[in-house]
């Protein structure tokens, strides 16, 4: 029997995404994001200490037994949505939804596993999957050897790594916990199109961690964690394509040609009606696949369903979003001081992580038992 997922905010989230929306407004605007942007150090660690510190929104997914909030997915999905409004450059979707997702998917809570949780709910600790960030959910997992207990092997292309305490690291023997600071451990930041979240490459040679788990039980529980992020991720793309719509709206009123507001002309309502439209059906879509992986209704298969179907249709209408805001600012859209550029680049990364539409696709056809596409 299909769960049927309720699509309308609580009070809490509501409350929730105004209390984020204010802090991210004041704090995390898009000037101190393009400061940040080409100091080449990106992060905001003082953003990161208020989100996870003063507000606790790192253990939203953390049971109040390990430090957490104890709340789930739908929370984490409101705080997603608001980081992806503001394009802030905090690893929160790494960070505080696809880690502990991976850790509380483990069948054993070992009290290592329980002592990393508390600190990544407590915001003291940035944890990061190693994995390439366009992994999706059921990809087999790089190729990291175990020597006597030593790692060895490359991965590239990990999101946040750059920016990590602590690296989540599936190798041939199980599922590891290696400081980033470790002998034998080298992070290599990468050229990045999307700014605002760097990737970089990870040499492991010979460096030791923390067995968390044996590689029976690693494996599942890092596609729980990439579907949790993969799920999430479509919040973030909702929360930049509604700030690319709303922005070139208010751009068309305010620009005039021909002593008319550009907005005016019928062309251009067609086209932002449409894009409206489109942006709207993201909504549902990603409260949907919220809901299910927070509930777990109606089983695994309903919840990697409702994922693959919100992967498959925000991701190109967030892109969708970006380009036409990019358009329709005009020149001033080509400017690197205007931010629109930002959230093309966010939008174009977000198409490809976790697997991209096109992978999702597949896992629609496959789940539905419907041609592939």
């Known amino acids: 029997m299909s769960a049927t997922p309720s699509l309308l905010a609580t009070e ?4 929730l995404r105004a209390a984020v929306r204010s802090l991210l407004t004041t704090h995390s605007a898009a000037d101190r994001v393009l400061a940040r942007a080409e100091s080449g150090a990106p992060y905001d660690r003082e953003l990161w200490k208020t989100l996870t510190g003063s507000m606790g929104l790192a253990g939203l997914l953390v049971p109040e037994a390990d430090g957490g909030q104890g709340a789930g997915h739908r929370e984490a999905a409101v705080v997603v949505e608001e980081v992806g409004r503001a394009v802030a450059p905090v690893p929160y979707l790494t960070g505080a939804v696809v880690t502990p997702a991976t850790l509380l998917a483990l069948p054993e809570r070992t009290a290592e596993v329980s002592a990393l949780l508390t600190e990544v709910a407590a915001g003291t600790t940035v944890a990061v999957l190693a994995v390439p960030l366009t992994t999706a959910p059921g990809d087999p997992m790089p190729e990291i050897t175990t020597d006597g207990g030593a790692l060895h092997g490359t991965v590239r292309s990990v999101a946040d790594a750059a920016g990590a305490d602590v690296l989540l690291v599936a190798a041939d023997s199980g599922l590891y916990a290696v400081p980033v600071g470790a002998p034998g ?13 760097p990737l970089a490459a990870v040499q492991l040679d010979g460096a030791r961690g923390t067995l968390l788990a044996p590689s029976a039980d690693a494996a599942p529980a890092v596609r729980a964690g990439l579907l949790s992020g993969a799920g999430l991720l479509a919040s973030e793309q909702l929360g930049l394509a509604e700030w690319c719509l709303t922005e070139t709206v208010r751009h068309l009123k305010d620009r005039h040609q021909f002593n008319r507001p550009l ?14 439209l489109d942006v709207a059906g993201i909504r549902p879509a990603a409260t949907a696949a919220a809901d299910l992986l927070a509930t777990g209704e109606g089983g695994p298969a309903e919840a990697q369903l409702a994922v693959a179907v919100a992967q498959v249709y925000a991701s190109p209408v967030a892109v969708r979003a970006a380009e036409e805001a990019l358009q329709l600012h005009g020149g001033i859209g080509m400017t690197w001081e205007h931010p629109v550029h930002l959230y093309l680049k966010r939008a174009k990364g977000d198409s490809v992580a976790f697997g991209g539409a096109g992978r999702h696709g597949e896992e629609v056809a496959r789940l539905a038992e419907l041609p592939a596409p």
């Open 12 to 15: 809490t989230e509501d409350d």
């Open 185 to 197: 451990v080298a992070v290599t930041p990468l050229t990045a199109l999307d700014l605002t979240r």
């Open 263 to 276: 907005g005016s002309f019928q062309a251009l309502k067609h086209r932002l009606a449409q894009l409206w």
